[in-house]
């Protein structure tokens, strides 16, 4: 019976919904880790565990799919798709600057933003230092590139989340 009901559900429908169930359990696990140790000690951790995920999940993409990440433009095409699968079709950006030696990407939409409004916690909700962790994964694949996020940031009030990316030679 149940085995008919989820064969019935288009797969885009589903990946929507785990998408949404897995950010918004992030957002929860957030918000005890807040309650219990307070903002800083949660950025702490949050930093450590998004960190040591990219550092493993970023290659794996890069690899899966083949993705070349030569310069700033394959750097940034690479966290999109990272991101996007780690997060599913909620997660949006915008291409502001691109060249191969400097790229600068504004994400406007973030499923972990769109999980604590809709949970009420936007207030405390600040994944800025878990993001910028997790985006360190690129220098595991070429220590050239360096990816960095802007005081721009959703958390912090701003319309979008601004990060640029830049090859060094």
Not at 94 to 112: A, D, L, S, T
């Amino acid at each position: 019976m149940a085995e008919e009901i989820l064969k019935n559900i288009p797969a885009e429908m589903r990946w929507e919904i785990t998408a949404k169930t897995l950010t918004g359990a992030t957002i929860g696990l957030s918000q005890a880790l807040f309650e219990i140790v307070g903002k800083e000690k949660r950025g702490e951790i949050e930093a450590k565990i998004w960190g040591e995920g990219g550092k493993i999940f970023i290659p794996m993409i890069k690899e899966a799919f083949n993705i070349p990440v030569e310069d700033a433009i394959g750097a940034a095409k690479l966290i999109k798709v990272a991101a996007v699968l780690g997060m599913g079709p909620e997660c949006t950006d915008e291409i502001i600057e691109e060249n191969k030696e400097r790229v600068v990407q504004r994400w406007v939409k973030c499923p972990f933003m769109e999980r604590a409004k809709e949970m009420g916690v936007l207030d405390k909700h600040d994944c800025y230092p878990g993001c910028t962790a997790w985006t360190k994964g690129l220098n595991v694949i070429n220590p050239k590139l360096n990816i960095t996020k802007t005081k721009k940031a959703m958390p912090r009030g701003d319309p979008y989340c601004e990060w640029i990316y830049e090859f060094k030679e």
